[in-house]
């Protein structure tokens, strides 16, 4: 997977940070959005992070899933 591929959401995953749900379980599996950073390092030094793919889902939501939270579209 790299930036800018179109990705799924392949497995069920409740977020309490969703805008037009903020506070409330949200179920975010089969949402579809836009690989916008896959993060390696940290003010330079190197990382390794449990969620390293961060992905864009509508206008105002960003999430930070694993690679086998994905499916490419």
Same mark, same amino acid.
């Given at each position: ?8 959401? *392949?497995?069920s ?6 805008? =037009? ?10 949402? =579809?959005?836009?690989i916008? *950073?896959?993060?390696t390092d940290? *003010?330079?030094?190197?990382i390794?992070p ?6 864009q ?12 939270e994905?499916?490419?579209?």
């Open positions: 997977m790299k930036i800018g591929d179109r990705v799924k959401i *392949n497995k995953l409740k977020v309490y940070t969703h805008p =037009e749900h903020r506070g409330k379980a949200f179920d975010i599996e089969g949402m =579809e959005g836009e916008v *950073n896959i993060i940290w *003010n330079g030094r190197p390794s449990n969620y390293p793919i961060q992905v889902l509508g206008k105002k939501f960003k999430v930070h899933l694993s690679e086998a994905l499916e490419l579209v």
